[in-house]
């Protein structure tokens, strides 16, 4: 049951887009569409952004999309705002039947 | 609106027991798979175990598995995590969380578990 890997931080400006890459391997992220997304601000509970890959839950903003290819899935925020920096986890169903989380990244809106 | 309180924290000397309660409220509990995932201070989410909706399946983490039981009593709308033979690397804040599309959809607030002597 290995993390699954992140950059440990990412930055961007107000108004650009950032990616985030969640990498796994065939037993997790590439062999299920099983792949979500939380944001966690400092002190607080995570939140779901994105499910099932590319799903956007009731409220997220449609700046968030997600998507994958193999063994790597992917965050993409658009149009970066201030409160969008926070910590990002991406997480997969495994052929074990368990989950597995990515080791977290750290957004920075400079 | 959908509510998880987590209970049961505190401090436990290595090798006690502690048991974790999460009180669901504002959705049908026994719809819905439930999960435990610990966070340890300034580190990454860690996944801990899941119990289907009816209670009949669990699973849980190699890094738990024969110390910690998830349990689930629908009558009480309340998930539970028994943990046995803590250890100095257990520490960490708990959540509790509901399964749904998959995801982790509502998380509880957490609570904090300090193993020490």
């Known amino acids: 049951q290995s993390a699954l890997t992140q950059p440990a931080s990412v930055s961007g400006s107000p108004g650009q887009s950032i990616t985030i890459s969640c990498t796994g391997t065939?037993?997790?992220?590439?062999?299920?569409?099983?792949v979500s997304w939380y944001q966690q601000h400092l002190g607080k509970a995570p939140k779901l952004m994105i499910y099932?890959?590319?799903n956007r839950p009731s409220g997220v903003s449609n700046r968030f999309s997600g998507s994958k290819s193999g063994n790597t899935a992917s965050l993409t925020i658009s149009g970066l705002q201030a409160e969008d920096e926070a910590d990002y986890y991406c997480?997969?169903?495994?052929?074990?039947?368990?989950?597995?989380f990515g080791g977290g990244t750290k957004l920075t809106v400079l | 609106q959908v509510q998880l309180v987590e209970s049961g924290g505190g401090v436990v000397q290595p090798g006690r027991s502690l048991r974790l309660s999460c009180a669901a409220s504002?959705?049908?509990?026994?719809?819905?798979?439930m999960h435990w995932v610990r966070q340890a201070p300034g580190k990454g989410l860690d996944w801990v175990a899941v119990?289907?909706?009816?209670?009949?399946?669990?699973y849980y983490a190699d890094s738990v598995k024969g110390r910690f039981t998830i349990s689930r009593d629908n009558s009480k709308n309340t998930l539970y995590l028994q943990m046995n033979s803590l250890r100095a690397e257990d520490t960490a804040v708990y959540y509790c969380?509901?399964?749904?599309?998959?995801?982790?959809?509502?998380w509880g607030q957490g609570t904090l578990v300090t193993v020490s002597s």
């Open positions: 997480s997969s169903y495994t052929s074990s039947s368990t989950r597995v």
């Open positions: 065939s037993s997790d992220v590439g062999g299920y569409k099983y």
């Open positions: 504002g959705f049908t509990f026994n719809n819905y798979a």
């Open positions: 119990i289907s909706f009816d209670g009949g399946t669990q």
């Open positions: 969380a509901r399964e749904a599309r998959s995801a982790h959809d509502n």
């Open positions: 099932e890959v590319s």
